[in-house]
Nanobody, 119 residues
Framework: QVQLVESGGGLVQPGGSLRLSCAAS????????MGWYRQAPGKERELVAS???????NYADSVKGRFTISRDNAKKTVYLQMNSLNPEDTAVYYC?????????????WGQGTQVTVSS
């Protein structure tokens, strides 16, 4: 199990930038994968970006070239840098973590943070 605390959501104008943070209660070394999901009104929750313990990243096609996921092992934190935001990026963003199987496995979710892109 791992507890996740999110921050950084808010209101931003189109074309602007925002950085989301997700702090984990466990070392990132025992976490298999950390990622960001989002869910907009009337839409299904979708994977935005993920990063593995080995550093491999994955992005949704809709955010490639605009969003960057990264991590700080010492701070046990994963970040989502969002640039060139547009109204279609408006959603509740959720942090997710999956533990390594030899540390019990399982998934944890953050409480979600609202990102609103509007003029």
């Amino acid at each position: 199990q791992v507890q996740l605390v999110e921050s950084g959501g808010g209101l931003v104008q189109p074309g602007g930038s925002l950085r989301l943070s997700c702090a984990a209660s466990r070392s990132i070394f025992v976490i298999k994968t950390m990622g960001w999901y989002r869910q907009a009104p009337g839409k299904e929750r979708e994977l935005v970006a993920s990063i593995t313990s080995g550093g491999s990243t994955n992005y949704a096609d809709s955010v490639k070239g605009r969003f960057t996921i990264s991590r700080d092992n010492a701070k046990k934190t994963v970040y989502l840098q969002m640039n060139s935001l547009n109204p279609e990026d408006t959603a509740v963003y959720y942090c997710n973590a999956e533990l390594q199987s030899n540390h019990g496995g399982g998934r944890s979710w953050g409480q979600g943070t609202q990102v609103t892109v509007s003029s």
